[in-house]
T-cell receptor, first 114, second 116 residues
Framework: GPKVLQIPSHQIIDMGQMVTLNCDPV?????FYWYKQILGQQMEFLVN????????KSKLFKDQFSVERPDGSYFTLKIQPTALEDSAVYFC????????????FGKGTRLTVV | AQKVTQTQTSISVVEKTTVTMDCVYE???????LFWYKQTASGEIVFLIR??????ENATVGHYSLNFQKPKSSIGLIITATQIEDSAVYFC?????????????FGKGTQLIIQP
């Protein structure tokens, strides 16, 4: 099936530092998402992004979080500054349209804040 | 708000048998879409099958099928002829047409263990 690529697969960072998670969505998809999964738990929606703008964000999407996709390149999630509770696996996802189409996920980036 | 509930934490079955995983959902929308994903041991999340709320026929893809009972807000996943490689965590998810339209709401997952 369609592939969403995430780089890196694992990142360790000192608390308070900035981190950028990169995602290469499926090429013809228009909607992009970030989800957060704490070890062994359900996935929780963070944010969605369409046409260069954040369309919707959850309570988990703190002020320290930001997303962008400059010039159709990587879709990024930036956390600045990081906190211990940001340690989780972050999944990028994309879909061609909203609601009635499947969402395809990347393999995730495991973020460890120490 | 939308809610998805999977009450089975873990299920263990013998290979080549049929297993059913339960999922109930809550939404105020009249139109919505239901999905099942599996998360492999490596963490990869794989789309399996979907059911559109306006369709009466249960969806079937390969050895996956759904038991959609709309009056009960229930969407069970049935896997027939299970194989060892079906061992994974299975997530039920919902996406509505208007209420929180562009997010998937996930259940907590059911771990499926297929034994030889």
């Amino acid at each position: 099936g369609p592939k969403v690529l995430q780089i890196p697969s694992h990142q360790i960072i000192d608390m308070g530092q900035m981190v950028t998670l990169n995602c290469d969505p499926v090429s013809n998809h228009l909607y992009f998402y970030w989800y957060k999964q704490i070890l062994g738990q359900q996935m929780e929606f963070l944010v969605n992004f369409y046409n260069g703008k954040v369309m919707e964000k959850s309570k988990l999407f703190k002020d320290q979080f930001s997303v962008e996709r400059p010039d159709g390149s990587y879709f990024t999630l930036k956390i600045q500054p990081t906190a211990l509770e940001d340690s989780a696996v972050y999944f990028c996802a994309s879909s061609p349209y909203t609601a009635n189409t499947e969402v395809f996920f990347g393999k995730g980036t495991r973020l460890t804040v120490v | 708000a939308q809610k998805v509930t999977q009450t089975q934490t873990s299920i263990s079955v013998v290979e080549k048998t049929t297993v059913t995983m339960d999922c109930v959902y809550e939404t105020r929308d009249s139109s919505y879409f239901l999905f099942w994903y599996k998360q492999t041991a490596s963490g990869e999340i794989v789309f399996l099958i979907r059911q559109d709320s306006y369709k009466k026929e249960n969806a079937t893809v390969g050895h996956y099928s759904l038991n959609f009972q709309k009056p009960k807000s229930s969407i069970g996943l049935i896997i027939t002829a299970t194989q060892i490689e079906d061992s994974a965590v299975y997530f039920c998810a919902m996406r509505a047409n208007t209420e929180g339209a562009d997010r998937l709401t996930f259940g907590k997952g059911t771990q499926l263990i297929i034994q030889p």
